[in-house]
């Protein structure tokens, strides 16, 4: 029997968990996939909005606001890779001027400082590399970028050091409530529980609907995105924004946390809520989009294209409360963009809607809220490097050679609290595969120490969930 069960192991589920985690409570997260992060959370832009795009008064607004002023300093305890390096949104006209106007006049009633327009000469100064008729923009100071995979896995790591279960593959099927207690049929086991949160990104008016309640519905629209390779360099320092228009915030460039470049997304709305694939109609439009920003884009870098998928909420803004028709069911849906930004302050709003439902809860005794300090072996000095191989030889192995990752990181990323157990969840740790080659070289050395640590044979190391074996066979004895 569980105080909490949270549906859904994204940054929301994810934050939720972190936050509830410091009380006596019984709580586990379920998710269909193998891993955390395998939905919207691990396919987005990875920024961290100002926070002057949403209606002021929204829950957007608010807590898109609140989650961009905390951002540094969690990152800071769970060890997510972030920087604050601005953003600008860009302007052609007089007539786009004025919406740049209009929104930092929203974010200055929000009280979002470091907001200002500047000119041709300040966005040359700023940006040698776009394009020469862009006449205005919006300088936001706050805005910052971060790894969103690593957003997830390390605040449900939190959570899981605090006590919280991580039941993944637990798909969920039916709800039922007696007595009020509710039960979870799930493709394993039936799960016992007081109080469900839903946090099932594009699927959470599906699990709504369980419980009976259809008060609201998401609409799945796709976003498609190119990867260039680091090689490219500095092409843009900031997330280049245009000027939004009543279809959203349209294609961006961007740098990551990694120092790749990251173009798109577009904006589709589909039908197949569990859409992967990329299209190459939808790259294109990108790419023409992005042309517009700076024409130095080097396409011929590419190394990789995905796809997310928003969870636009009918009715506009972020659902966040007890369900209408079902007590103990709080709904947390509707987390289309800004959902990543605002992911902390959706945790501890939750928790004051969560913990009035317990009588005499108490905190717990023993609780963290920061993850062991750990630096990447790429972005270790000289020195520290020789530190790190005389205390475990395994950091004088490099496995990923693009992305310079060591066989002690991948043997780390697996024995975490919510260690990877596949090829995939290995990559959103470390980043081994994410570079140039993409996998082609460091792909079967992670196969082997998957397989030597989890103590599984080699033939049954999957890429990400169930099926997706990488080895079919044994072509010599
Ligand atoms: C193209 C794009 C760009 C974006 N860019 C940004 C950005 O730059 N900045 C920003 O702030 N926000 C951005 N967002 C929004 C942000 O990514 C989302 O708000 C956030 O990731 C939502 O997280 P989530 O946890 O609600 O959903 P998810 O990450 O999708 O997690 C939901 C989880 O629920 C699980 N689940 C669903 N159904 C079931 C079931 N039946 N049983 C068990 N588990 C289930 C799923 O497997 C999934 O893991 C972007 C979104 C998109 C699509």
Known sequence: MYDIIIIGAGVIGAFVARSLSVYELKICVIDKHIDAAMGTSGANSGIIH??????PGSLKASLNIEGSRKMEKICSDLNIPYENCESLVVAFSDEEKKVLEQLMNKGKKGGIKGLSIINQEEIRRLEPNLNRDITWALLAKTAAIVSPYKMTINALENAANNGVEFLREYEVLEINKENDIFTIKTNKEKLRGKVIINCAGVFADEIAKMVGDKSFKIIPRSGEYIILDKSVGPLVNRVIFQTPTKEGKGVLITKTVDENILIGPDAKVISDKALHETHSDAIDYIYKKG?????????????????????????GDFIIKESISCKHFINVAGMDSPGLSSAPAIGDYVLKLV??????????????????????????TVNEKKEAIKENNQYGKIVCRCENVTEAE??????MTIGATTVDGIKRRTRAGMGRCQGGFCLPQVIDILSRELKIDKEKI???????YILTRRTRV
């Open 50 to 55: 100002a926070g002057y795009d949403a209606i």
């Open 291 to 315: 042309l517009k920003i700076t024409d130095k884009i080097p396409l011929h870098k590419s190394i990789a294209t995905f796809t997310g998928v928003r969870a636009t909420p009918d009715s």
């Open 355 to 380: 913990t009035p439902m317990f009588l005499d809860i108490t905190m717990k005794k023993n609780y963290t809220i920061t993850l062991p300090t750990k630096k990447y072996f790429s972005n270790m």
């Open 410 to 415: 991948i043997v780390n990323a697996i024995h």
């Open 462 to 468: 999957q890429k990400g969930d169930d099926g997706s």
